[in-house]
Structures are given as structure tokens and as C-alpha cells.
């Protein structure tokens, strides 16, 4: 199974109250949140949600770096504004400013289309009367999928390592989209192709187009695709949702959708310059690339890649590779910054505290995060709900124990930990989606029933 990059955008329904919200609320200095804060993450740390945080906040000119948890679960360390992570679609925001910089300071046309951009090596798609621009790529308006059905990486745990340019410029060729350009729908190939377009145009690959166009402007010495030994050093390493250790991915031609590594300091850094007010031509991209372009049926919004939240104010995005996860914000208009990263793919973890602390900042109450927390459970009753349970005529439940701790099995799927909550209901830690066992006098389960997207289906246990 490939993980995506992003699996949600943070909604920020009401982070915003506009000519209501009583700013004289806020704390005065951004350390006067350092309790708030630490009573927000340690249910997270405590209840194995998350390896670590490493967190930066900027206030105006004031910053403020916290680290919670651990880089390593199997040393000592917390991480600090300095651990390197996997942004993962947090890099489509600088894609969408590259996209702004080239239109300010090279005339490239927003509405210009992907087949007349295209390089003269890469092939030519038939003609449509529709084409699809470069604003549709970078608003994921484009009608593209959300990755190239013929993505068949020979490593599943690397799975874009091997995708190259051609094979992006050969797809774009040769698939017929499903329907015309214009309608929201998240594509990750669609990002990809984008940041290789304009890599190619700048004749220079993505990382070294990032360097030059925003890195070295923001003085952000710390965000790359391809890491120094240094770098590597201060890599933290991947785990999953159930805090297994996970690969690290490689990009070639989607580099532009999820492929860059960076660190709490240096994504301060470019939040940040989304309400500088100087006249760089850094500072003109992020502008550009800030304004809203379309209105979502949800409420919230589209820029050059960077989601508005339904108060129509906020940037961000989030992001999620195999094991790690991410999340940033900016309220230009309030001169706050937010930047959450983790060595965990919990992208509903980093994204919910990482709105809970832009709420935090703006002096408005927040509640905890709601944690399931696990309790102990004999091996003895875990046994009796061992066994296959068929939710359909193909596809099945497996329950298997491991030592103690009970995995399912889906048709098709790899094997993941349940955890209980209590002595018949569990949860998974790798997707929101729980588990009832239903069980006789003996405490012999007769059934189960998943809870998911809503719906609850039920399996009645073989014999």
C-alpha cells in the first residue's frame, strides 16, 4: 500500500473571528505558552502518539522553539530546532512560490499550458480544447490523478525513488483525463510535474531552483532533497503510525510534491516570509503565491498550492510520507507563524496541535486533544479473539496474535496492531478506524464490527 503524501488539510474552522476575536487575550511574549503548550503534546507523547515534536512559533519578530518526545525511541534525546525531517507535502508550498517567482521575475504566464511548457525531449499530448495550465497544476484543478497509474516503484517502501522525468512527461503524454480542468481535486502527480516543469525551464533541477530562489534569500541552509553527511547526521529517523521503523523516500521528478527535508528552524523561516513586508523578489513570490485563486465547495481556498482555512486568512498545508509528518501556517495579517514537524506519520496528531497552538497564540481556549489510551489486556482474552471474520463474500478480517499484541489482517493489506481501550473495543493507530468484539457467555468472540468512514460493518467469526 502507497502512503500519500498528504492525507488531510486541517480545516481551521474557526482559528479566525474576525472583528470579534479580542486580541488582548494573547499572551504578551510567546514563553508565557510554554505551559499551554507542553499540556497540550505531553497526552500525545505519554499515549505513544507520536515519536517527538520539534515546534517553532513566530510571533512579529519573536520566536520561540519547543521539543517534546524523543528522536530515537531507542535513545536517549529530545530533538531540537535543528533535527532534520521529511516535510513531505509541505514542499508543494514551495513549489506553488517557485510557480509565483518565475511569473514576477521571468514572465512565465500563470494561464500558460502545461503542453506549451513542456521541454522539446519530453512528448507532445494531443491537442484539447481545454488544456490544462500551470494554475491548474498548482491549484489542483488540473483533472489529473492524484498519482500516475503507472507508478510501479521496485521498491514499495521507496515507492517514487525510480519515477523519473520521462516517465512523468510520458504519462502527462499519453493519459486522457477523466474530465476537463476546473474542479478541485488533490493530485500529487499534478504538483510533481509542475516543479519539474519549472525546473527544466530554469535549466537546473528542483533542489537546486529551491536553493537559489528561496533558500539563500531566507538564509534557510537546512532544506534539501539530497542531504549533506551532516544533514544525515541530524536526520531523525522514520517510524509509522504504530511507531514501527519506516524507510526514508527518494525522489527524482516529483520532488516538486513531497521530495524535500528540512528542520523547525528553517521552515520558521519561510512561513515567516509569507507576511514579510520588504521589496525581495522572495518576498513578491510568497505574496503572489498567497492570494486566493478559487473558492472550495468546503469553504476554504486555493493559492499557488497554499489552502486558505474557511476564515479566508490563514495559509497552510500539511504533509505525510511513510514515517513522517508535518504542518504550517501562517496569519499574515496577525504576523504569526507555526511550524509542527514529526518523525511519526500522525498527520492528524502534528496538524491538530499544530492548529491548536496558531489558536493558542491568537489568546483563544483550546480543549486537548482527545487520546485513546490503552489498557492492559491478558494474553488469554486476547486469544479468544483470534481468527478470520468476513466482512463481504471478498474480504476478510484475519485477527492474529503476535506475542501480545493482536494484528488484522485485511484482504489484500498488510498486518496492523489494534490496541484495546477496553476489554472489547480497539483502535488502530495507522488509520482512524476502530474495532468492537462481540462476544458470547464464555467471552469467545461470536463477531466483530469495524467502525470506519462512518459505517459500521459487521463479520461474523469462522468456525
Not at 539530497?226 to 529517523?237: D, G, I, K, S, W
Not at 525522489?251 to 528552524?265: D, I, N
Request: hydrophobic content about 40%.
Amino acid at each position: 500500500m502507497l502512503l500519500l503524501f498528504s492525507r488531510r488539510l486541517i480545516l481551521l474552522a474557526g482559528l479566525w473571528a474576525g472583528v470579534g476575536f479580542a486580541a488582548s487575550h494573547a499572551a504578551e511574549t510567546l514563553a508565557e505558552l510554554q505551559p499551554q503548550i507542553e499540556a497540550l503534546v505531553a497526552p500525545v507523547i505519554e499515549n505513544r502518539g507520536v515519536v517527538g515534536f520539534a515546534i517553532g512559533i513566530r510571533r512579529g519578530d519573536e520566536e520561540l522553539f519547543l521539543n517534546y518526545g524523543k528522536v530515537d525511541l531507542e535513545k536517549e534525546g529530545a530533538p531540537t530546532p535543528d533535527t532534520v525531517y521529511e516535510i513531505g507535502s509541505v514542499t508543494k508550498t514551495f513549489t506553488g512560490t517557485l510557480l509565483a517567482d518565475a511569473s514576477l521575475q521571468t514572465g512565465l504566464d500563470l494561464d500558460a499550458t502545461v503542453a506549451k511548457t513542456l521541454p522539446t525531449r519530453a512528448p507532445q499530448p494531443a491537442e484539447s480544447e481545454q488544456p490544462i495550465t500551470l494554475a491548474h497544476l498548482a491549484t489542483h484543478t488540473s483533472g489529473l490523478p492524484r498519482l500516475p497509474n503507472d507508478l510501479k516503484p521496485k521498491d514499495q517502501r521507496n515507492p517514487y525513488a525510480d519515477f523519473t522525468a520521462d516517465d512523468a512527461y510520458a504519462f502527462f503524454a499519453a493519459h486522457k483525463p477523466a474530465r476537463k480542468p476546473g474542479e478541485y481535486e488533490y493530485s500529487n502527480y499534478g504538483m510533481g510535474l509542475l516543479g519539474q516543469l519549472l525546473a527544466d525551464r530554469a535549466g537546473k533541477d528542483y533542489e537546486a531552483l529551491v536553493i537559489e530562489r528561496i533558500c539563500e534569500p531566507l538564509g534557510m541552509h537546512d532544506t534539501r532533497q539530497r542531504l549533506t553527511p551532516e544533514m544525515t547526521a541530524r536526520l531523525a529517523p522514520p517510524y509509522n503510525g504504530d511507531l514501527g521503523r519506516e524507510s526514508n523516500w527518494d525522489f527524482q521528478a516529483l520532488v516538486g510534491a513531497g521530495g524535500l527535508r528540512s528542520t523547525a528552524r528553517d521552515m520558521l523561516k519561510f512561513v515567516a516570509a509569507m507576511y514579510a513586508e520588504d521589496d525581495r523578489d522572495v518576498t513578491k513570490a510568497f505574496q503572489l503565491a498567497g492570494q486566493p485563486r478559487m473558492k472550495l465547495p468546503d469553504g476554504r481556498s486555493i493559492g499557488l498550492a497554499w489552502h486558505f482555512a474557511r476564515d479566508g486568512i490563514t495559509r497552510l498545508h500539511d504533509g505525510q510520507t511513510a514515517g513522517y509528518s508535518s504542518f504550517v501556517a501562517c496569519i499574515p495579517e496577525k504576523k504569526l507563524a507555526v511550524v509542527v514537524l514529526s518523525n511519526t506519520a500522525k498527520h492528524e496528531f502534528t496538524s491538530a496541535v499544530g492548529e491548536k497552538i496558531a489558536q493558542l497564540a491568537l489568546g483563544m481556549q483550546v480543549e486537548p486533544l482527545a487520546m485513546r489510551k490503552v489498557v492492559d489486556m491478558p494474553v488469554e482474552t486476547l486469544k479468544k479473539y483470534v481468527g478470520k471474520y468476513p466482512l463481504s463474500l471478498l474480504f476478510a478480517l484475519n485477527v492474529t496474535l503476535d506475542g501480545e499484541q493482536l494484528k488484522v489482517q485485511a484482504t489484500g493489506q498488510d498486518a496492523f496492531p489494534i490496541y484495546p481501550s477496553s476489554e472489547t473495543e480497539f483502535f488502530y493507530r495507522v488509520v482512524d478506524a476502530q474495532i468492537t468484539f462481540v462476544v458470547d457467555e464464555k467471552g469467545e468472540a461470536t463477531k466483530l464490527i469495524l467502525h470506519q468512514n462512518g459505517n459500521d460493518i459487521e463479520g461474523l467469526r469462522q468456525k
